[in-house]
């Protein structure tokens, strides 16, 4: 979709806000935040890319300008209700109560199955990997162009390189497809690669920096063969 | 979708509304949010990704490895997991400068470098950092990479997971390994700031 979480190439936000350091968590609901990407997928609320859609869809204001695991307190929410685990008229009657009562116990309930979870997803992991038999199209050294379609759900296609000529630099086999996992859609996996854009190619020579390459990978759908062999070096 | 930014308040109230259904449905446990966060907090971090550089200093076949397969290397030193399922370690040289992001939401190689700082997920500097990486290394983080350096930028698009092997400094010869990784920086592995002085 083409939402305002595609920022790359965006002007006007501003300096990066760098502090001297901060905290991993810089405050106690960023915790309980944070746990409701793993703990959530666990119950199949959603993937890595439907959890991604998800914080996509907010409004892009709140967006912009809320706290970072906001982003996450919102996909969690946004796929419960969807799933009807979760209930709207609840949610906004806790929220009341705890207003009200920040310092409010929160139930209490032991899961050792859970417990161990945690710590077999972080150092397992969740790849992203997928065995399929299709050929790939592209191989490294190729010159291609990138799509100028411009889907309304889930894809990992950015604004910027969107109609840009690159060269495959490196080729991952094949993983999960967002534009089709990210949508409700099954894994179809396809090749991924990584292609190298030079950034007179995505800016223009008169506002590209000199002496200056982006690398962005994408899924095969989103390429074509090059058919000029003008632009991009 | 609500249009309405909400105070640190009614942020946290909410968390805890939608924690507190979670648990009772089985899906969360306070326990397991603790577990979680004691793990990022004080196990996974940027030492680790230290400790894979500075391995890749001293032991120029490990380096070779870390190069050619950066998952499979990491894992010789048991290091590797969530959201480093597949990992692509990109070099520095005297010619060539790399800078990671993700301009579409936050991705980052969590098992070398832990959760990634604020500025990383924000949008000024994933909006910028693929459109004018020089002025803002130079500008934002006091970084200045010559026009003779080529600067690649590295946007994490797909499930791959880039960092940069930042080059080894002068005067170091007589280090060994952990007193390699004490210079190894988190910012001189997304590629935004030197590794420090020995």
Same mark, same amino acid.
């Given at each position: ?233 | ?10 942020? =946290?109230?909410? %968390?805890?509304?939608?924690? $507190?259904?979670?648990?009772? *449905? ?5 326990? &397991?949010? !603790? ?14 990704? =230290?400790?894979? %550089?500075?391995?890749?200093? $001293?032991?120029?076949?490990? *380096? ?5 397969? &950066?998952? !499979? ?126």
């Amino acid at each position: 979709m083409n939402g305002v979480h595609d920022l790359g190439g965006t002007d006007g936000l501003g300096p990066v806000p760098v502090p001297e350091s901060e905290p991993v968590f810089r405050a106690e609901w960023e915790k309980a935040a944070f746990a409701m990407f793993s703990m959530p997928f666990r119950a199949g609320f959603f993937g890595v890319d439907m959890f991604r859609h998800g914080i996509e869809k907010m409004h892009p204001a709140v967006y912009l300008l809320s706290p970072y695991y906001e982003h996450w307190m919102h996909a969690a929410e946004h796929y419960g209700v969807a799933k009807g685990v979760l209930d709207e008229d609840e949610i906004e009657k806790r929220t009341q109560y705890f207003l009200e009562n920040p310092d409010a116990p929160l139930p209490e309930r032991e899961d050792p199955d859970l417990l161990a979870f945690v710590d077999w997803a972080v150092q397992n992991g969740v790849p992203a990997g997928r065995p399929s038999d299709k050929v790939a199209k592209f191989a490294v050294g190729d010159r291609v162009t990138v799509s100028n379609d411009v889907p309304y759900g889930h894809t990992r296609k950015a604004r910027y390189i969107s109609g840009r000529t690159g060269v495959i630099e490196l080729a991952h086999g094949t993983m999960i497809y967002p534009d089709s996992a990210g949508n409700g859609g099954d894994d179809a996996p396809e090749h991924v690669y990584t292609v190298k854009f030079t950034s007179t190619e995505l800016w223009g020579a008169e506002a590209a920096e000199p002496n200056g390459v982006v690398y962005f990978d994408v899924w095969e759908p989103y390429i074509t063969h090059a058919t000029s062999q003008e632009s991009a070096a | 979708m609500s249009a309405k930014v909400r105070t640190p308040e009614e942020i =946290a109230a909410r %968390v805890k509304a939608l924690e $507190s259904i979670m648990i009772e *449905k089985g899906i969360m446990t306070t326990a &397991a949010i !603790d577990r979680l966060v004691e793990i990022y907090e004080n196990e996974v971090g940027p030492q680790l990704g =230290a400790s894979v %550089v500075a391995k890749a200093w $001293s032991d120029p076949e490990f *380096k070779k490895r870390l190069v050619a397969n &950066a998952t !499979d290397a990491c894992r010789e030193l048991g290091i590797g997991g969530l959201q480093g399922e597949d990992m692509v370690v990109v070099e520095n040289t005297d010619t060539v400068h790399n800078v990671i992001t993700c301009t579409l939401c936050s991705c980052y190689p969590w098992p070398v470098l832990g959760l990634p700082p604020n500025w990383y997920k924000g949008p000024e500097f994933r909006s910028r950092i693929v459109r004018e990486p020089r002025k803002v290394l130079r500008e934002d983080f006091g970084f200045d990479v010559p026009d003779s350096v080529e600067v690649r930028v590295w946007d994490s698009s797909s499930e791959m997971r880039y960092w940069v092997l930042p080059q080894r400094p002068a005067g170091t010869e007589g280090l060994d390994e952990k007193a390699l990784a004490a210079l190894v920086t988190r910012d001189s592995m997304i590629g935004v700031g030197p590794v420090a002085a020995p």
